[in-house]
């Protein structure tokens, strides 16, 4: 049961244009939402977050929109450039869960996108 | 400042041998993460440890084992590999979960089973 999903396996882009990866969850109680990016043989990095509380975040040129209606989130990358070119994962926490809040992580599959110079 | 790191980078296994990947924190972090990476499946947690002497079973715990040493280290065995423990494994370690969310991984241990 997969409770994060990123169906787009891959995304290509030109270079100065957006970059829109998506995400969708399925457990209402998510209620805090991360984006991460990896690149070839490293870990994965964090890129930015949100709350649940909120619908948009901003950090330069990554913005995070949320929609809980939808239980749909997407990360707006503007200007798209080649060092963006890696995988990305959303993840989504449960922040409370048996009373306790230890930050449990659940992934999406990844997007691989590739801006083109 | 080292961040996280895992040893050994690489690993290639026979089935039914056993191995310990590494990993280690200097950021002060109270909880520790292990994760494997499998194509089309993103991150599956494996064990975490929310603080020093605790662990927990994550999504995918069966055939593996974790000891957290202390706060810095937090380690993870297979007792008994096999073909489809093949993966990238990850450490990770993150804050009190009251003050953030945010993990930070190490490098991944590439293991393969033969």
């Known amino acids: 049961d997969q409770q994060v999903k990123q169906n787009s396996p891959s995304l290509s882009v030109q270079e100065g244009r957006i970059s829109i990866l998506n995400c969708d969850y399925t457990?209402?109680?998510?209620?805090?939402f991360l984006w991460y990016k990896k690149y070839p043989a490293e870990g994965p990095t964090f890129l930015i977050s949100?709350?649940?509380?909120?619908d948009k975040n901003e950090d330069g040129r990554f913005t995070v929109f949320l929609n809980k209606s939808a239980k749909h989130l997407s990360l707006h990358i503007v200007p798209s450039q080649p060092g963006d070119s890696a995988v990305y994962f959303c993840a989504a926490i449960l922040s409370f869960a048996g009373g306790t809040s230890y930050g449990k992580l659940t992934f999406g599959q990844g997007t691989i996108l590739t801006v083109h110079p | 400042n080292a961040g996280v790191t895992q040893t050994p980078k690489f690993q290639v296994l026979k089935t039914g041998q056993s191995m310990t990947l590494q990993c280690a924190q200097d950021m002060n972090h109270n909880s520790m993460y292990w994760y494997r990476q499998d194509p089309g499946m993103g991150l599956r947690l494996i064990y975490y440890?929310?603080?020093?002497?605790?662990?927990d079973k994550g999504e995918v715990p069966n055939g593996y084992n974790v000891s957290r040493l202390n706060k810095r280290e937090f380690s993870l065995r297979l007792e008994s590999a096999a073909p489809s423990q093949t993966s990238v494994y990850f450490c990770?370690?993150?804050?009190?979960?009251?003050?953030?969310?945010?993990?930070?991984f190490g490098p991944g241990t590439r293991l393969t089973v033969t």
């Open positions: 949100i709350s649940s509380i909120k």
């Open positions: 990770a370690s993150s804050g009190r979960p009251d003050q953030t969310y945010e993990q930070y």
């Open positions: 440890s929310a603080s020093e002497g605790t662990t």
């Open positions: 457990n209402s109680m998510f209620d805090y």
